[in-house]
């Protein structure tokens, strides 16, 4: 990976709060916490998944750069929504992680060098785990669960003959 293509990764990293706080902006609160089909998340469900999500990447990027060999356990992210029960949880406090965790991150990101971004760990989900497929992961995250919250919406507007 180029410092060209890590300098964009991490414009797309630190750009992903705004582009889903826009998204549920666009959302009528009676649709929050409707879900498109059996199985599916709600938007609120989105919301707090990224929460949770960020706060597991805030760390998991830390033990790849301060740790030898580190290990990244991976978790079961509809257990998670369903054992924390999302609906529950406050989108307000939701957001407020999600932009502090990639807030204080991105001055991280930014001062790597070349030895950092080539650091690798294990996963239990993957076979081999390293800070630039973390940075590509992330970079998206938010970006995919915009485009999620999305189609819940025309989905939701579909339903209501909108």
């Given at each position: 990976m180029t410092a060209a293509?890590?300098?964009?990764?991490?414009?797309r990293y630190a750009e992903g709060p705004s582009l889903l706080e826009g998204a549920l902006a666009r959302v009528p609160k009676t649709a929050l916490q409707w879900r498109p089909a059996r199985g599916k998340w709600s938007v609120h469900e989105v919301?707090?998944?990224c929460a949770d999500s960020e706060a597991n990447s805030h760390m998991?990027?830390?033990?790849l750069l301060a740790e030898p060999q580190p290990l990244i356990v991976g978790?079961?992210?509809?257990?998670?929504?369903a054992v924390m029960n999302y609906h529950a949880h406050p989108l307000d406090l939701a957001?407020?992680?999600?932009?502090?965790?990639?807030?204080?991150?991105v001055p991280l990101l930014k001062r790597l060098t070349e030895a950092d971004w080539a650091k690798t760990g294990r996963h239990t989900e993957h076979p081999t785990y390293g800070v630039a497929l973390w940075m590509a992961t992330y970079a998206e995250h938010l970006e995919i669960h915009t485009a999620q919250i999305e189609r819940n919406l025309k989905a939701w507007k579909k339903r209501k003959g909108e």
């Open positions: 293509e890590r300098a964009a990764l991490i414009q919301i707090v998944h998991r990027i830390r033990y978790y079961d992210q509809d257990r998670w929504a957001l407020a992680t999600i932009r502090a965790v990639r807030a204080n991150t």
